[in-house]
């Protein structure tokens, strides 16, 4: 390949690396407080931090209704959406958008089943002591939870980094379009191979980090 191409190569990965770092970002904006409101107001929370059945089902129908799109459909519903953010519907920025929603009730699902692993023991304590609800939230369930909400965002970065290449097949940047692009249309199948690598080679950077930090963090409890 020519040194023009290992150029391309190289701006797409950070184009994808873009892509990936602001809407794991986002996703974590979106479903952090979604992930919690679905775990204190379920009827099975906890501690029965406080449990509303009606808003816990009307939350868990509209997580479950995103989470059921089909990412490429999803990103052509969201054109318009896209458009009136950052002024465009194609490329890495216009992309953000709709993985950000794409990842966000994912997010949400992980971050309530961490929250609900966490032991009921606990939770008892600090009431007997006195915790407010928010206390119990944010100094009691969000750190007992920590390694596996560590492990959960390391599923999600590793899920957006799939959805971002499937986002090059109507022009969002990353490697995914320049397999598509460069690899698929103007066959090239080197090209493809090494995008398809490089995709691979994050994944495992990614999962071997995380799984680390998740080990450490589990180690120092």
């Known amino acids: 390949m020519t040194p023009a191409l290992w150029s391309l190569i190289w701006q797409s990965t950070l184009q ?26 379920s009827p099975e929370s906890q501690g029965g931090i406080r449990p509303k059945p009606v808003l816990n089902v009307v939350l868990s129908k509209i997580v479950n209704v995103l989470r059921s799109f ?11 959406l896209s458009r009136l953010v950052v002024g465009t519907a194609i490329g890495t920025k216009a992309t953000i958008v709709p993985l950000s929603i794409a990842a966000a009730p994912f997010v949400a699902r992980l971050v309530e089943t961490s929250l609900k692993e966490v032991d009921r023991g606990v939770i008892q304590a600090a009431r007997i002591m006195g915790s407010t609800n928010n206390q119990i939230v944010f100094k009691v369930l969000l750190p007992e939870a920590l390694p ?11 899920n957006l980094i799939g959805y971002s290449a499937m986002a090059g097949a109507v022009g969002g940047g990353g490697l995914g379009d320049l397999a598509i692009r460069y690899g698929y249309q103007r ?13 691979l080679l994050l994944v495992e950077l990614i999962q071997f980090i995380g799984n680390k930090i998740s ?7």
């Open 16 to 41: 994808t690396l873009s892509m990936v770092l602001f809407s794991t970002i986002f996703s974590v904006v979106l479903g952090l407080p979604l992930g919690i409101l679905l775990c204190i107001t």
């Open 187 to 199: 066959f090239k199948p080197m090209v493809m191979l090494v995008a398809i690598v490089v995709i």
């Open 148 to 158: 596996s909400l560590v492990s959960g965002l390391t599923l999600t970065v590793i």
């Open 215 to 221: 080990a450490n963090m589990m180690k120092k409890r």
């Open 70 to 80: 089909p990412f490429i459909i999803l990103i052509i519903i969201l054109f318009p």
